[in-house]
């Protein structure tokens, strides 16, 4: 097993928050990684989110949260988002995570502060956002440590 190292501290609020969910959005990827297509859809009992659902989600997420909340693009919520079909595939969600998170850090590194306020999401500012997107990531990674663990017995890191 490897360690994976913490973020460390920084003087750069941005970075420091930019740097956890980076790490966080890494402990979701890696208990996906080396699941097959068959373990990665399967939820326990029908209960909580398959892998892939975790991952999917988490995207939406960021996508509603930087392009819809805080630029005011338009964006939905779908309840498939949570129970993707067989056409997902363990790379193509990945892919669209990876790239997903590029975009939010790219959008949030292009401002010029953390108090700039959301477009669409009324008393908050792009602090809260982050803040937000951090207790959704690490929810979730909590979420897939569990499935993962009742898919293969896998844990750790």
Same mark, same amino acid.
């Not at 959005?25 to 399967?42: F, I, L, P, S, Y």
């Not at 509603?64 to 969600?93: C, H, S, Y």
């Given at each position: 097993?490897?360690?994976?190292?913490?973020?460390?501290?920084?003087?750069?609020? $941005?970075?420091?928050?930019?740097?956890?969910?980076?790490?966080?959005? !890494?402990?979701?990827? #890696?208990?996906?990684?080396?699941?097959?297509?068959?373990?990665?859809?399967? $939820?326990?009992? !029908?209960?909580?989110?398959?892998?892939?659902?975790?991952?999917?989600?988490?995207?939406?997420?960021?996508? #509603?949260?930087?392009? !819809?909340? @805080?630029?005011?693009?338009?964006?939905?919520?779908?309840?498939?988002? @949570?129970?993707?079909?067989?056409?997902?595939?363990?790379?193509?969600? *990945?892919? $669209?995570?990876?790239?997903?998170?590029?975009?939010?850090?790219?959008?949030? $590194?292009?401002?010029?502060?953390?108090?700039?306020?959301?477009?669409?999401?009324?008393?908050?500012? *792009?602090?809260?956002?982050? *803040?937000?997107?951090?207790?959704?990531?690490? #929810?979730?990674?909590?979420?897939?440590?569990?499935?993962?663990?009742?898919?293969?017995?896998?844990? !750790?890191?």
């Amino acid at each position: 097993m490897t360690l994976v190292q913490l973020p460390g501290g920084s003087i750069d609020e $941005r970075e420091l928050l930019l740097a956890w969910l980076a790490y966080l959005r !890494g402990a979701v990827v #890696r208990k996906v990684e080396g699941v097959d297509e068959q373990g990665a859809h399967w $939820r326990p009992e !029908g209960r909580l989110l398959s892998l892939l659902g975790i991952v999917n989600h988490l995207t939406n997420v960021e996508w #509603r949260w930087i392009d !819809g909340g @805080f630029l005011g693009e338009p964006t939905e919520r779908r309840e498939e988002e @949570f129970t993707p079909d067989d056409t997902l595939t363990v790379p193509d969600a *990945l892919a $669209r995570y990876r790239a997903r998170a590029a975009s939010t850090d790219r959008t949030v $590194r292009s401002l010029a502060s953390l108090d700039v306020p959301c477009q669409r999401e009324e008393g908050t500012d *792009l602090r809260w956002v982050l *803040l937000h997107l951090l207790n959704e990531t690490a #929810r979730h990674a909590g979420h897939a440590d569990a499935v993962r663990e009742l898919l293969d017995g896998t844990t !750790g890191e």
